[in-house]
């Protein structure tokens, strides 16, 4: 559906995942195309009933080298969608500054943890105000805007 952005958290490493777990894990990852997913290797918590119910027998050296692998296509797949946003106008909320740069973000981002829009702080922009920016850059999770533009 056009106009919208999937987001997603996925784990790795959960007690019996096995590499065939693991591997259509990554084919739905490359299938689904999230615009924004996190991942995290699972880990025992007190209390919990997978604790209770569950032996941790997945190493944390395994667990650890699927979530890097895991990543690391989701990068690949972020890159290309934030390059697909190069010349797109957005509308943005300008959230601080940081270094040379206005940090905001867009309709589809949430803060602190999805890509962040980047305008040179040359700018006159207002912290907590809206404006519309024409991306003239992209990162794997970042992109470079102006609001000088025709």
């Known amino acids: 559906m056009p106009g919208i952005h999937l987001r997603t958290t996925l784990m790795v490493g959960f007690p019996g995942e096995t590499e065939e777990d693991y591997q259509e894990l990554l084919d739905f990852t490359r299938w689904a195309r999230f615009e924004r997913m996190g991942a ?38 972020s890159a290309e969608i934030e390059a697909a946003k190069i010349g797109q106008t957005m509308k943005v909320i300008i959230d601080r500054t940081e270094g040379d740069w206005y940090v905001g973000r867009s309709e589809f981002c949430s803060p602190e943890v999805d890509p962040e829009v980047l305008i040179p702080i040359d700018e006159p922009l207002t912290i907590g105000s809206f ?14 805007a102006t609001t000088q533009y025709e």
């Open 40 to 77: 995290f290797a699972y880990s025992e918590e007190d209390g919990t009933y997978s604790a209770t119910h569950y032996q941790d027998d997945v190493p944390m050296d395994v667990k650890q080298a699927r979530l890097d692998r895991l990543m690391r296509i989701q990068q690949n797949i």
């Open 131 to 144: 404006y519309d920016v024409k991306i003239t850059d992209a990162e794997e999770f970042d992109l470079y």
